[in-house]
Structures are given as structure tokens and as C-alpha cells.
């Protein structure tokens, strides 16, 4: 778990799959996207890679308003289905929940 500040507020997100090698800067990138689709209620965001000065993946982020709970923490999840440098494929997978809710 991770809290994370960001756009003024705080989000806690929880990674539940990251089975392929993504750099620590590269989950921090995608942790921004899915607070931002969090905020603006996106339920799907294409990557290009070169968006960020990070980014080295490029893919589709989306979700299906599923909920879940893991220990104490309960929100959205969001999964992301990324192409690597090299054309390696890998999924990422987080639930996100703002700090300070019903749940937490």
C-alpha cells in the first residue's frame, strides 16, 4: 500500500499485479494516470510511450467500476494491459480509494 498526494489530495492504492519487469518510475507514472482517471471518472485511457519524460511503455488503463477489498482497504481497481520496449507484453493491476474515506 501506498499513499500517494496528488492534485490535493491524498489516495491510498494498493498494487495487486505487476507480473512483468516495470521500473519503479514507470508504476509511479501509471499511479498518477489511474488517480487522474479516479478524479475526472475515466473508465479508459490510452498510453503512448513518450507521454512522460518516464514513460518506456505504452498501452490502455481501464476499468469496469469494479470494487474490490483487500484486507482493510476497499475501491476501485484499475488494469492496465502494457507493451515494452521490445514489444514485451505485461498487465498491471491497483485498487485505488481516497485517503480518509468510509473505508479507510
Known amino acids: 500500500m501506498f499513499n500517494v498526494s ?5 489516495f ?3 498494487i495487486l499485479m505487476i507480473p512483468g519487469p ?10 498518477f ?18 507521454d512522460l519524460p518516464d514513460d518506456d511503455f505504452e498501452g490502455r488503463i481501464t476499468t469496469n467500476q469494479k470494487h474490490y477489498t ?6 476501485m ?3 492496465a ?3 515494452l520496449p521490445g514489444g ?7 485498487l485505488v480509494t481516497e485517503r480518509g474515506g468510509a473505508n479507510n
Not at 496528488?6 to 491524498?10: E, L, P, S
Not at 514485451?88 to 491497483?94: E, L, N, P, V, W
Request: glycine residues 8%; proline residues 0%.
Open 81 to 83: 494491459e502494457l507493451r
Open 12 to 14: 491510498q492504492r494498493v
Open 33 to 50: 494516470r489511474v488517480i487522474d482517471m479516479y478524479i475526472d471518472k475515466v473508465d479508459v485511457m490510452d498510453v503512448d510511450s513518450g
Open 70 to 75: 483487500v484486507g482493510a482497504f476497499s475501491g
Open 88 to 94: 514485451q507484453k505485461t498487465r498491471f493491476s491497483t
Open 22 to 31: 516495470l521500473t519503479m518510475e514507470a508504476r509511479d507514472d501509471l499511479a
Open 6 to 10: 496528488y492534485r490535493g489530495k491524498t
Open 77 to 79: 481497481v484499475y488494469e
